[in-house]
Nanobody, 114 residues
């Protein structure tokens, strides 16, 4: 059984940066592919970044060059760092384990506003 707890959301000014963390409770975290998604009201949840068990990274076009996903297998944590934040980055961000059919965290709100 996998459990996810996100932290790090909040209010950020345009151009600012944030770090979201996802703490994972799992028997063997290192074999779990992880991802961050985000969702705004009225729209489908979309992937922001993924990281494989081997550490390969994937980024959505909208955040490529501004985002960095990382995992610490010793601490069972996945981080998402984003910079040069834009208004359109405002969303609820969700940590995900094992793909869309897997496990989701409760979500953390990120609001980009001046």
């Amino acid at each position: 059984q996998v459990q996810l707890v996100e932290s790090g959301g909040g209010l950020v000014q345009p151009g600012g940066s944030l770090r979201l963390s996802c703490t994972v409770t799992a028997k063997t975290f290192s074999i779990i592919p992880m991802a961050w998604y985000r969702q705004v009201p009225g729209k489908q949840r979309e992937v922001v970044a993924r990281i494989t068990t081997q550490g390969a990274e994937y980024y959505a076009d909208s955040v490529r060059g501004r985002a960095s996903i990382s995992r610490d297998n010793a601490k069972s944590v996945v981080d998402l760092r984003m910079g040069n934040l834009k208004f359109e980055d405002s969303a609820v961000y969700y940590c995900n384990a094992n793909g869309p059919g897997g496990t989701w965290g409760q979500g953390t709100q990120v609001t980009v506003s001046s």
